[in-house]
């Protein structure tokens, strides 16, 4: 078992990356599948010191629901800040700034809500305040900063925190 730690320190990781290249190569043959397998090996084993403590997933079946959920939102999202572009004026969007404050303390829980916002058209994330206790997030068009601050913790901090923590 410590061998297989050894050669696959981060198994998922070793997984995502090969089935990343193999997407990313367009191509399902042997060669692409084995390329990627090696990436997925080496890469972990040279950043495995980076990694002093690796996160913890408490809640696989979550971890997938998170997935589409976050799929869908962005589809959502895109066809929302589609319509804001093409049929709303300057002068009736009303941008906002919203201040999460956020029950994560994971830095990696953090990390992933942060990125999630970002990735989803319409929200950046721009700033974390010092403790991690807050998100500042810009809205292309946010009528109700409270209601954004809501669905953000709502639809995303509470699986993250059944996920990780």
Same mark, same amino acid.
């Given at each position: 078992?410590?061998?297989?730690? +050894? ?24 060669? !692409? ?8 090996? @080496?890469?972990?084993? /040279?950043?495995?010191? *980076? ?6 997933? +408490? ?6 629901? *998170? ?11 895109? /066809? ?15 941008? !906002? ?12 829980? /953090? ?5 999630? @916002? ?6 950046? !994330?721009?700033?974390? !305040? ?32 059944? /996920?990780?923590?």
């Amino acid at each position: 078992m410590k061998l297989l730690h +050894r050669i696959f320190p981060h198994p998922h990781l070793t997984a995502l990356l090969t089935l990343v290249w193999v997407f990313l190569a367009n191509t399902g043959s042997l060669n !692409s599948v084995v390329f990627g397998l090696l990436l997925g090996i @080496i890469i972990p084993f /040279i950043t495995q010191p *980076y990694w002093p403590d690796r996160p913890k997933l +408490r809640n696989w079946p979550m971890v997938a629901e *998170y997935m589409l959920v976050v799929l869908w939102d962005i589809v959502m999202a895109n /066809i929302a800040v589609a319509r804001i572009i093409l049929f709303k004026r300057d002068a009736d969007r009303q941008p !906002s700034f919203v201040s999460v404050p956020l029950e994560l303390r994971t830095p990696e829980a /953090i990390t992933v809500l942060a990125g999630t @916002i970002t990735m989803t058209p319409g929200t950046v !994330s721009c700033d974390l !305040s010092a403790q991690g206790h807050y998100l500042l997030v810009h809205c292309l068009d946010a009528p109700n900063p409270e209601e954004v601050r809501d669905q953000i913790k709502q639809r995303y901090e509470r699986r993250l925190k059944e /996920i990780f923590e």
